[in-house]
């Protein structure tokens, strides 16, 4: 079968059809909205369809049980140009069942996109885990060996190998991006900034001061707002240098989730005692600080660095579920 060219980019002033796998989830519905707002067609799929917003069409598809006959003649009816894969996930999944959201839907896209007649570009949302932890003090650059300490991290980063694989084959245009921990509206409730926001809703609601009993907080990570992310994404779908490439998304600062959950506290005003269990394990403190030079030079983009709006953010859509 003869691929043809994917259509010209954005920067050549064209809009785009873009398929949103998991355009449903935490990170999907913002990509999905932003694209739309910038004049691409979009097609979010999800296995539980709801509505995101004007100029999104929402179409069912179980991404886990989905083959790759099935994942293809979607594909194939939808005519993207470029594939965004935001669906994946941890939190509440067993291994079994992060396997499957996560590796065996990319091999299988991958392969679906390679039948397409048109060779489309698949932006692969990767994650800060995959590069495990590293001495305090360093910053993780895409030139670092990943070593994941978690099977979370191991499965991202064979998607991320299947990725690279099908770009060199020729059968996609594959760009990674390996994106820190991400803070912002519709946080997943099972995340530890996720369970603090539903406690401290819980406390508001009775009119109690909150009392929050946490594991020790002083694991240092790269924490980074969802807007910031989401114009990496934009960014990814449209730059031709990307192809091929694995870019780091985050703020490049390592902050403490104790910092984070105190923010979050300040934001919701709500009374609240934090008590943090002893610390039992090795004296290091546990690190991740990626370095997004890469970003900045391919890409065009840097953070914000406003993590307070994203936290408020998350604030007040975690009040807007939880009924009054």
């Keep these: 079968m003869t691929v043809t060219p994917r259509r010209p980019t954005e920067d050549a002033g064209q809009a785009l059809r873009v398929v949103v796998l998991g355009g449903t989830g935490f990170l999907g519905r913002p990509i999905c909205r932003a694209l739309a ?27 886990a049980a989905a083959d790759v006959d099935e994942i293809t003649a979607v594909l194939r009816d939808l005519d993207p140009d470029v594939v965004i894969n935001a669906a994946g996930g941890m939190w509440g999944l067993s291994e079994a069942q992060m396997l499957a959201v996560n590796v065996t839907l ?5 392969e679906a996109v390679g039948r397409l007649p048109r060779r489309a570009r698949v932006v692969q949302i990767g994650s800060v885990h995959e590069y495990g932890l590293v001495p305090v003090d360093t910053s993780m650059s895409e030139q670092m060996t990943p070593a994941p300490v978690m099977p979370y991290g191991e499965f991202k980063l064979r998607c991320t190998a299947a990725i690279i694989e099908a770009d060199r084959q020729g059968r996609i245009e594959g760009v990674t991006l390996r994106v820190g921990n991400v803070i912002g509206a519709g946080q ?7 369970v603090v926001a539903g ?15 946490l594991a020790p907080l002083g694991s240092r990570r790269d924490f980074i707002g969802i807007s910031d992310v989401v114009a990496a994404v934009l960014l990814a779908v449209t730059r031709p240098n990307a192809a091929g490439r694995v870019i780091n998304i985050g703020r490049g600062v390592a902050s403490s989730a104790r910092d ?8 919701s005003e709500v009374p609240t005692d934090l008590v943090e269990a002893e610390h039992t394990g090795p004296a290091e403190t546990n690190w991740q600080r990626l370095d997004v030079g890469l970003a900045a030079e391919v890409l065009g983009w840097s953070p914000s660095d406003d993590l307070h709006t994203e936290m408020k953010q998350l604030w007040e859509h975690a009040g807007a579920e939880v009924p009054a």
Aim: cysteine-free.
């Design 37 to 63: 707002d910038h004049g691409h067609t979009v097609v979010a799929v999800a296995r539980n369809p709801k509505a995101i917003g004007p100029g999104v069409v929402v179409r069912a598809l179980d991404l």
């Design 260 to 267: 984070m959950v105190r923010l979050l506290i300040d934001v």
């Design 199 to 213: 406690r401290l809703r819980e406390a508001q609601r009775s009119g109690e001061r909150a009392r929050l009993e």
């Design 188 to 194: 997943p409730g099972h995340s530890l900034l996720g």
């Design 106 to 110: 990319v091999e299988r896209l991958t």
